[in-house]
């Protein structure tokens, strides 16, 4: 399992591709309805504030989205 490392706030671009793939995947598990600006600003801000816990805390928050989705 890859460690994501940040530094002062700077991610490697391998770093940047795993966000953005788990964000991407949060975004599309949402209904369509679900998928607004606001919705899609707070995902990002959960994502990036998960990535001092590392990739396992990223993979659980994406579970937990996809979740909420299938419920809505």
């Avoid at 949402?30 to 998928?35: C, E, F, G, K, Q």
């Amino acid at each position: 399992m890859q460690v994501l490392q940040v530094r002062s706030g700077v991610f490697d671009p391998e770093d940047l591709s795993l966000l953005g793939k788990i964000y991407d995947e949060a975004v599309a598990a949402l209904p369509a309805s679900m998928r607004t600006a606001v919705n899609r600003t707070e995902i990002a801000k959960l994502v990036l504030g998960r990535t001092a816990a590392g990739e396992a805390q990223l993979v659980l928050l994406k579970r937990l989205m996809v979740a909420i989705a299938s419920a809505a």
